[in-house]
């Protein structure tokens, strides 16, 4: 199971650091990712961190949000910087034991998901 947290209200330009804790996993062992969903568009990969660690960005978000994974508490997270409007959807963290390719990220790929977390980017 995961479950998220951290969304909420941002200005542009401010932060908000989302938090996914799995359970019922052997936590390292999984890629996780966080996806995002925003009204009428499709749910798109943002950001993902292998179970080595090594991490992946959406261009768009690049140089802006920062995942982590501290595998001891069972948590990644996702700092987000700098935030934009265009920011503003449900996202979602998942998690998938294997990966066809680990610098792709696709949702068909993940079986395990979380509830979502709203973010809203607004003055």
């Known amino acids: 199971q995961l479950v998220e947290s951290g969304g909420g209200l941002a200005q542009p330009g401010g932060s908000l650091r989302l938090s996914c804790i799995g359970s019922q996993l052997r936590f390292e062992s999984y890629h996780i990712a966080w996806f995002r969903q925003a009204a009428g568009k499709e749910r798109e990969g943002v950001s993902w961190?292998?179970?080595?660690?090594?991490?992946y960005y959406l261009d768009s978000v690049k140089g802006r949000f920062t995942i982590a994974r501290d595998n001891a508490k069972s948590t990644v997270y996702l700092q987000m910087d700098n935030l934009r409007p265009e920011d503003a959807a449900v996202y979602y963290c998942?998690?998938?034991?294997?990966?066809?390719?680990?610098?792709?990220?696709?949702?068909?790929?993940?079986?395990?998901w979380g509830q979502g977390t709203q973010v809203t980017v607004s003055s």
């Open positions: 961190i292998t179970n080595k660690g090594k991490s």
């Open positions: 998942a998690a998938a034991f294997v990966l066809s390719r680990t610098d792709i990220c696709t949702a068909e790929e993940f079986p395990y």
